[in-house]
């Protein structure tokens, strides 16, 4: 579907500064709302901010609370208000050692933010908030320049209104960040359809691999994107096979060559084949257990299974023995165990790995932001066409959901969230492609019939 509604006009930019002013009001006002100004409470969040502490004073990439300075935030905030969920943590900090279990995109930022404002909550809860509304506001964008007025103004009122990511705003954890680079990659990929010029290629690119250092999961969205990219460029700008098959090479190779300094890091830091180091091999053991096949196929730590807590038993017996493990190599050691208890308990439960994979299947798109999802997919789907340009959503979103029945489902929809204002997006542009139609049909009925008569 050709469109004409640019984003140079009068009326455009007027839309983009309402709908910035008043998605980056509700954000940073839902951030301070729902969080204030406590430290980070979650131990993903509690991780992030001891490797960007580590990184600020030049230790690297590593994990460690033992540095005074780093408890001085939580223990000054435990003792100000009482509260308790901070004594575990203080009371038996990790040593500082080199790690490799959460990707860099996050800590590198927050240590940027500290290195410029000072260690404080309240200018990360405005920038991660800023980041939650600025995709929203791309979206919105995107959605006018695809679908008109009426989408762009129904995605900016869905990104003001819609509880999901909301909830994100704020936090120190790595969903502000993907959503705004998720939402930025698909829409470079919906403008490889639009227009014959490199650069939605290029941004596709790179944009591709800074989510996959932000979180490790969306490198499953890579052969959608590569698709998207030559689909775009062999029937949106009407390239041949060779230069649209180039494109998509291209754009796989960009993206491969923006994660790459992470990845070979890995590698020579953990001394083993682990590009995307060792957080995948412990988590997915969470997914491939008998409390998951009870949790509806959601993830569950996978803390006390017999693999792991054999690592864990063999570790303790060598440092009573006076040689210790260093923590990256029982970083490894639990990573292969997760991995080995993966592949025993699929084969030993091969019977239940269909049920397993429709659990997963059914929690990725009924908890919480998943069935909002699942109603924006409805909403898309029901329109019968997808506008030019934003198949790519559909290819991503149906290989992230494929990720998930392979891997695991999570809580809250925390593996959907990223895509959420795409499928607004898609939903809108479909619905207002929709009624664009219908109305031109009434119009011609009615013509005909007064010809007729």
Not at 71 to 79: H, L, M, P, V
Not at 290 to 295: I, M, P, S, V, Y
Not at 318 to 329: D, R
Request: positive net charge; hydrophobic residues 50%; contains cysteine.
């Amino acid at each position: 579907m050709r469109t004409r509604h640019g984003l140079r006009n009068p009326s455009a930019r007027r839309f983009l500064v309402i709908a910035a002013r008043i998605l980056a009001v509700v954000h940073v006002v839902g951030a301070f709302w729902q969080y204030g100004l406590r430290p980070p409470e979650e131990k993903d969040a509690y991780d992030y901010d001891a490797v960007a502490w580590n990184l600020l004073h030049g230790r690297g990439y590593a994990f460690g609370e033992t540095d005074p300075g780093f408890q001085e935030w939580y223990r000054d905030w435990a003792e100000q208000t009482g509260d308790p969920r901070y004594d575990e943590r203080l009371a038996d900090p990790r040593p500082i050692a080199t790690t490799a279990v959460r990707p860099p995109t996050l800590p590198t930022m927050l240590a940027a933010t500290y290195a410029i404002t000072g260690r404080q909550v309240w200018p990360w809860r405005v920038i991660s908030a800023l980041l939650v509304a600025g995709a929203w506001w791309l979206a919105a964008g995107w959605a006018w320049r695809v679908g008109g007025p009426a989408a762009g103004w129904l995605v900016a009122g869905v990104g003001a209104l819609e509880p999901f990511t909301l909830r994100y705003a704020g936090r120190f954890l790595t969903e502000p960040a993907i959503l705004l680079i998720a939402t930025a990659l698909l829409a470079s990929l919906s403008a490889t359809a639009r227009t014959p010029k490199r650069w939605p290629v290029l941004a596709s690119g790179v944009l591709m691999g800074l989510s996959m250092v932000t979180r490790s999961v969306t490198g499953a969205w890579l052969p959608a994107a590569c698709l998207a990219v030559y689909l775009g460029r062999r029937r949106g700008a009407r390239a041949s096979r060779k230069h649209a098959a180039l494109a998509a090479l291209a754009c796989a190779a960009i993206a491969c060559g923006t994660a790459s300094p992470w990845w070979v890091r890995n590698v020579v830091v953990l001394g083993e084949p682990m590009p995307l180091g060792t957080q995948g091999g412990l988590a997915i053991a969470g997914g491939y257990s008998d409390d998951a096949l009870k949790n509806t196929g959601k993830w569950v730590s996978p803390k006390d299974l017999p693999l792991i807590v054999a690592v864990e038993q063999e570790a303790q017996a060598a440092a009573e023995a006076g040689q210790p493990w260093t923590p990256l190599e029982l970083e490894i050691a639990r990573s292969k165990a997760g991995q080995a208890h993966m592949g025993r308990w699929a084969r030993e439960h091969a019977g239940d790995m269909p049920r397993l994979i429709a659990m997963r299947l059914y929690s990725h798109w009924t908890d919480r932001s998943g069935l909002f999802g699942l109603i924006l997919v409805v909403v898309a789907a029901s329109a019968w066409r997808t506008p030019r340009g934003l198949g790519a959503v559909w290819w991503v979103v149906g290989l992230n959901t494929l990720a998930v029945m392979g891997t695991y489902a999570v809580g809250s929809g925390r593996f959907l969230v990223p895509l959420l204002p795409a499928l607004a997006v898609l939903a809108a542009c479909s619905t207002a492609y929709w009624l664009r139609k219908r109305r031109a049909g009434i119009r011609h009925k009615a013509l005909a019939n007064a010809a007729s008569g």
